[in-house]
């Protein structure tokens, strides 16, 4: 994660700046709706329109849009990702364990 926020940083910094952390909190929660209406139109009820492209190639492309703006606030806030990450899946680890176990036993066949 650490290149992948350089590399972000290195492409922002070269194209004019970052726009505002509340431009960019609205620019993620944008790209998390994108991928929702994807999951929606595709595992949910919704039936996706004759424009919408629901093909994984594009949900490929939003989580990518995604992860791109998530470094761009992870950068002005001066967060480290992988220390985030790892913090967090040391949080689950700890708070759930054998909370999900139910979910392991019906995937042994």
């Keep these: 994660?650490?290149?992948?926020?350089?590399?972000?940083?290195?492409?922002?910094?070269?194209?004019?700046?970052?726009?505002?952390?509340?431009?960019?909190?609205?620019?993620?929660?944008?790209?998390?709706?994108?991928?929702?209406?994807?999951?929606?139109r595709t595992r949910g009820e919704l039936k996706p329109k004759a424009t919408d492209d629901v093909s994984a190639a594009a949900l490929e492309s939003e989580m990518g849009d995604l992860l791109f703006v998530l470094c761009c606030l992870a950068n002005q806030?001066?967060?480290?990702?992988?220390?985030?990450?790892l913090g967090s899946i040391a949080k689950f680890r700890h708070r759930d364990?054998?909370?999900?176990?139910?979910?392991?036993?019906?995937?042994?066949?």
Excluded: C, P, W
């Excluded at 806030?77 to 990450?85: E, H, K, Q, T």
């Excluded at 364990?97 to 066949?109: T, W």
């Design 97 to 109: 364990k054998g909370r999900h176990s139910h979910l392991q036993e019906g995937s042994e066949a």
């Design 77 to 85: 806030a001066g967060i480290d990702l992988d220390r985030a990450l």
């Design 1 to 40: 994660m650490s290149s992948l926020q350089r590399d972000v940083d290195r492409y922002v910094t070269e194209a004019g700046g970052y726009f505002g952390e509340l431009t960019n909190l609205a620019r993620l929660l944008e790209e998390a709706g994108e991928i929702a209406a994807i999951y929606a």
